[in-house]
């Protein structure tokens, strides 16, 4: 047994993995499905193990197979974090950046702020990954995040670009038919919650103010932020969403016993080692610029200290 087989290899297995079959992996690496084949022997060469076997159903992976497969997924990211930083010099803005950040954040907040970008600065490329799953920013993941907690990891840069309130709120269309309720009781009694599946995150905010909610009192359960905004919007019933995405809706969400509300910091993240990349920098600023614009412009930002100042580099 060898272990010396070259990166290529393992990105065809992966792609495999992901694809499910050697036509498929070809289609989407581009090449032949018998390079492919010929690939994944090499590798299994190299391994001295079979890496998929053939069933009714297609190319299933062995246990070599599942316990190889994280770690290929490791060499991918620092394959493509090494591309990533070659990818243009120090002192250029031209390249790619990838930014890491919620669903929510990544397909409601973050197009129009690059939007804006991308006109002053066409050079920059980016790479979306629009995840609820804090990705690793130590092992260059990302190159910039956006965090709805304060990192504390000492080799990062982070800075709070604002403060975003939650609340709950119904479209116009279901409160045509569900009266606004005038307290916690008979919006329990009386209409239909959007809320976390296995999470907890709506019921620990409502705990927290006195307010006693259970998972059974949730008629639409999803740990996904996107869609409950979605079920929010097309009047299932009332569930929370960022104040500020609630006045972005038409028309415009209506808020629901307002005094209901939790506050989340939003903070901008990128390596320590990239604060000298021209291009890094240039998206840091403006995501800080762009959130902190969003939170604002809807009355959200409760101070008037600027947000440019309020960047921390945590001591080692």
Same mark, same amino acid.
């Given at each position: 047994m060898?272990?010396?087989?070259?990166w290529a =290899?393992?990105a065809?297995?992966?792609? %495999?993995?992901?694809?499910?079959?050697?036509?498929a *992996?070809?289609?989407?690496?581009g090449?032949a499905?018998?390079? +492919?084949?010929k690939q994944i022997a090499?590798?299994?060469?190299?391994l001295? @193990?079979v890496l !998929?076997?053939?069933s009714k159903a297609? &190319?299933?992976?062995?246990?070599?197979?599942h316990?190889?497969y994280p770690f290929?997924?490791?060499?991918a990211?620092t394959a493509? *974090? =090494?591309?990533?930083?070659?990818?243009?010099q120090?002192?250029d803005?031209?390249g %790619?950046?990838?930014i890491t @950040?919620?669903e929510?954040v990544? +397909?409601?907040?973050?197009?129009?702020i690059?939007?804006?970008l991308?006109?002053a600065h066409?050079?920059?490329?980016?790479e979306?990954s629009p995840t609820?799953?804090?990705?690793d920013?130590l092992?260059?993941?990302?190159?910039?995040?956006i965090?709805? !907690?304060?990192?504390?990891?000492?080799? =990062?840069?982070a800075?709070r670009a604002c403060?975003?309130? &939650?609340g709950?709120f119904?479209?116009?269309s279901y409160?045509?038919?569900?009266?606004?309720p005038?307290? !916690?009781?008979?919006?329990?009694a009386?209409h239909?919650?959007?809320?976390?599946?296995r999470?907890q +995150? &709506?019921?620990?905010?409502?705990?927290?103010?006195?307010a006693r909610?259970t998972r059974k009192?949730?008629?639409?359960r999803?740990?996904s932020?996107?869609?409950?905004?979605a079920? #929010?919007?097309a009047? !299932?019933?009332?569930?929370?969403s960022?104040v500020?995405?609630?006045?972005?809706?038409?028309?415009?969400?209506?808020? #629901?016993l307002?005094? =209901?509300?939790?506050?989340?910091e939003?903070w901008?993240?990128?390596?320590?080692?990239?604060?000298? #990349?021209?291009?890094?920098?240039l +998206?840091?600023d403006?995501?800080?610029k762009g959130?902190a614009?969003?939170a604002r412009t809807w009355?959200m930002?409760r101070s008037?200290k600027?947000y440019?100042d309020?960047?921390?580099r945590f001591?080692?």
């Amino acid at each position: 047994m060898t272990t010396s087989a070259n990166w290529a =290899l393992y990105a065809t297995f992966l792609s %495999v993995m992901h694809q499910g079959s050697l036509s498929a *992996a070809a289609r989407a690496l581009g090449t032949a499905q018998p390079t +492919v084949r010929k690939q994944i022997a090499e590798l299994e060469a190299a391994l001295g @193990c079979v890496l !998929f076997t053939r069933s009714k159903a297609g &190319l299933a992976p062995t246990e070599a197979a599942h316990a190889a497969y994280p770690f290929a997924e490791t060499m991918a990211a620092t394959a493509n *974090a =090494l591309a990533r930083s070659i990818s243009g010099q120090e002192h250029d803005e031209n390249g %790619v950046v990838r930014i890491t @950040c919620s669903e929510v954040v990544g +397909v409601e907040v973050l197009p129009p702020i690059l939007a804006r970008l991308a006109r002053a600065h066409p050079g920059i490329h980016y790479e979306i990954s629009p995840t609820d799953r804090a990705e690793d920013m130590l092992q260059r993941d990302a190159d910039v995040a956006i965090r709805m !907690f304060r990192p504390r990891e000492s080799a =990062l840069i982070a800075r709070r670009a604002c403060t975003i309130e &939650l609340g709950l709120f119904a479209s116009e269309s279901y409160l045509a038919e569900h009266p606004l309720p005038d307290s !916690f009781e008979s919006l329990l009694a009386n209409h239909r919650l959007i809320g976390d599946d296995r999470g907890q +995150v &709506l019921i620990a905010a409502l705990e927290r103010q006195d307010a006693r909610l259970t998972r059974k009192d949730i008629s639409w359960r999803t740990d996904s932020g996107l869609a409950q905004l979605a079920a #929010v919007r097309a009047g !299932f019933g009332v569930g929370p969403s960022q104040v500020p995405l609630a006045g972005l809706t038409n028309p415009p969400l209506r808020r #629901v016993l307002p005094w =209901l509300r939790a506050d989340m910091e939003a903070w901008v993240v990128m390596h320590e080692d990239l604060k000298a #990349v021209h291009r890094v920098r240039l +998206v840091f600023d403006a995501l800080s610029k762009g959130l902190a614009i969003y939170a604002r412009t809807w009355g959200m930002q409760r101070s008037s200290k600027s947000y440019m100042d309020d960047t921390t580099r945590f001591p080692r």
